[in-house]
């Protein structure tokens, strides 16, 4: 371990997971202790090199660890990539970003039926997360965007820690006006590719 400040700890990949392994349930339930932790415990880029594979035409998610309680997930981002705007399923969710900077767009539900596949969201503000900015989902307003802004020219990779594991989420198009549901995937689990580039 090698020490950032007195305030942060570089950490690896590996001390993250046995960390988030001995939190205690309660510390899952609000935002702020797994955000401040990972504040003060930036992870180390390079021990992350056996976890990250790469897509040039979309983001890939890449799962590090999953316990019933949470799931590690890194995220690669090339120049350009976004998500989808989508909400969490109502689980609460911490972003970190050991490489490279992201924005984060936060939209207002102001109006939502799944089943029509109707809704009418609005922005609402924007954040940039980096190694030093991680944030948490505000679980009274979670549905956002990330995005690697063209202009950045660079790639950026973000830890994604979710309290509990889900499988599928809620899609918005705030041009369209329209929402849903979408299953969601793994590119690698635990450093091996689980589905072709």
């Known amino acids: 371990m090698a020490v950032a400040s007195s305030s942060r700890q570089v950490i690896s990949i590996a001390s993250l997971v046995q960390d988030l392994r001995n939190f205690p349930e309660r510390s899952f339930v609000s935002t702020e202790e797994i955000r401040r932790f990972l504040a003060e415990h930036p992870v180390d880029p390079a021990s992350l090199d056996g976890y990250l594979f790469w897509d040039a035409q979309h983001y890939t998610r890449n799962l590090i660890d999953k316990t019933p309680l949470y799931e590690l997930v890194a995220i690669c981002w090339e120049v350009g990539h976004h998500s989808s705007i989508h909400n969490h399923r109502d689980q609460n969710c911490w972003m970190a970003v050991p490489i490279g900077r992201l924005m984060v767009q936060n939209y207002r539900v102001l109006f939502q039926d799944l089943k029509a596949g109707k809704c009418h969201i609005e922005k609402s503000f924007a954040v940039q997360m ?68």
């Open 130 to 197: 980096d190694a030093a900015n991680p944030v948490a989902v505000d679980p009274n307003a979670p549905v956002h965007k990330v995005y690697n802004p063209r202009e950045w020219a660079q790639r950026a990779v973000s830890l994604h820690v979710y309290s509990r594991p889900f499988d599928n989420c809620d899609v918005y198009s705030e041009e369209q006006q329209t929402c849903g549901t979408i299953a969601l995937s793994y590119t690698s689990e635990r450093g091996v590719r689980s589905r072709p580039a």
